[in-house]
C-alpha cells in the first residue's frame, strides 16, 4: 500500500513539474493557473508573483514555519525510533496500536534475512532521525528566514509527509520479526550508504551556511533580509545544491536498505520530482532577478538540469 501512494505521489509532482515547465514557455492563465502557481510556490519565487488576488494571500503562513517539520520529525519519527530499539535490543514491545500499524502497513517478508533486513530498516530511521535533528538545529541556529509566505496546504502537506516517511521506513520491518532476537549485521551496503548520507549532509550544511551569511555581517549579526548571488562549494554548479543534496541522502537511504526495496525507491523519485520543481523555481527567480547570474549554473542537477 506505502508503495502505490508514493507512486502517485511521484506522478502528481511530475506533473507538476511538466505543468510549470510548459507554463513557462508560454505565460498567461486564467484563475486555475494562478492558483497552481500559488501552491507550488513558497518564499522569494511566491513574492515574485505579481498582483496575488487577496483571497490567495488569506492562505498565507510564514515561511519560516517549515522549522515545524523538522520538529515534527524529530518528535515523530524518535518516537518510532525508540520503540523500535526498545522492542528489539532490550526485548520489549511494540505499543498494540503501533503492532497494529505495523501489521497494516507491513508486507509479508519473503527474505530469510530478517535480521539484516530489521537493521537495515533500523538504520535508515535513525538516519532520517539525525537528518531531521540537523535540520532543525539549522533552522534555529544557522538560517535566516526572510518575510516569506507558504501556502497553507503546503504547511499541512509538509507535516504529513515526515509523519509518513517515518510509517514507511516502520513498513519496511520485516512481518516476522521476533522481539530480542535481533543480531546485528553490517552490511558492506550499509557503509556505503552511510559514507554518501555523511558525505551528502556535510555539503548540504554547506551550501545552507553560504546562504544565511548572505544576510550576516563576519561577526554573525544580521544585516538584510534580500537575496544575494550565492557563490562557493556546489554552488558553483547548481543554483539549489542543498536540494541535490536532499536527494542524494534519501538515495544514500535506499542504499542503506540494500538498493532492491522498490516502496523506498517511489520515496526517492518523489524527493527528485518535489526538488526538482522547486529548483526550477529557485533557478527562474535568480535569473530574472540578477542580469548577472552565471549562465553556466544548471538549476538542480550539474552538468544535467
Not at 515534527?72 to 498494540?96: D, P, Y
Not at 502537506?157 to 509518513?164: D, E, Q, R, S, V
Not at 553560504?210 to 550565492?230: D, E, F, Q, Y
Not at 558553483?236 to 522498490?262: D, K, Q, W
Request: glycine share 6%; hydrophobic share 50%; with cysteine.
Amino acid at each position: 500500500m506505502p508503495a502505490v501512494l508514493w507512486a502517485l505521489l511521484d506522478a502528481a509532482f511530475l506533473a507538476a513539474l511538466l505543468l510549470q515547465q510548459a507554463q513557462a514557455r508560454r505565460p498567461g492563465g486564467g484563475l486555475g493557473l494562478g492558483l497552481f502557481q500559488d501552491l507550488i510556490r513558497y518564499g522569494k519565487t511566491k513574492s515574485g508573483c505579481e498582483q496575488r488576488p487577496a483571497w490567495l494571500r488569506l492562505f498565507d503562513v510564514p515561511k519560516r514555519w517549515f522549522t515545524h517539520f523538522y520538529a515534527v520529525s524529530v518528535l515523530w519519527n524518535g518516537f518510532l525510533l525508540i520503540w523500535l530499539i526498545q522492542a528489539q535490543f532490550l526485548r520489549g514491545s511494540l505499543s498494540s496500536w503501533l503492532q497494529h500499524l505495523h501489521h497494516a502497513l507491513g508486507r509479508a517478508s519473503q527474505n530469510k534475512d530478517t535480521d539484516s533486513e530489521y537493521f537495515s530498516a533500523l538504520l535508515v530511521l535513525l538516519l532520517l532521525w539525525l537528518h531531521s535533528f540537523r535540520r532543525l538545529a539549522e533552522c534555529l541556529c544557522i538560517s535566516v528566514f526572510s518575510n516569506g509566505v507558504i501556502h497553507i496546504v503546503q504547511y499541512c502537506f509538509g507535516l504529513g509527509y515526515y509523519i509518513a516517511v517515518g510509517l514507511t521506513v516502520l513498513c519496511q520491518v520485516p512481518a516476522n520479526f521476533r522481539n530480542g532476537e535481533l543480531s546485528v549485521q553490517i552490511c558492506w551496503y550499509h557503509i556505503i550508504g552511510i559514507v554518501m548520507y555523511i558525505w551528502a549532509s556535510l555539503h548540504q550544511h554547506r551550501c545552507l551556511v553560504i546562504l544565511a551569511n548572505l544576510r550576516k555581517s563576519k561577526s554573525g549579526k544580521v544585516l538584510n533580509l534580500s537575496h544575494s548571488i550565492p557563490f562557493g562549494d556546489w554552488f558553483e554548479r547548481v543554483s539549489c545544491p542543498h536540494y541535490f543534496a536532499e536527494l542524494l541522502i534519501y538515495v544514500s537511504m535506499a542504499i542503506t536498505l540494500g538498493f532492491h526495496n522498490v516502496t523506498w525507491w517511489f520515496v526517492v523519485i518523489y524527493v527528485l520530482f518535489n526538488q526538482a520543481l522547486a529548483a526550477v523555481l529557485c533557478h527562474e527567480f535568480y535569473q530574472n532577478k540578477f542580469s548577472s547570474y552565471p549562465k553556466h549554473r544548471k538549476a538542480f542537477i550539474p552538468c544535467v538540469f
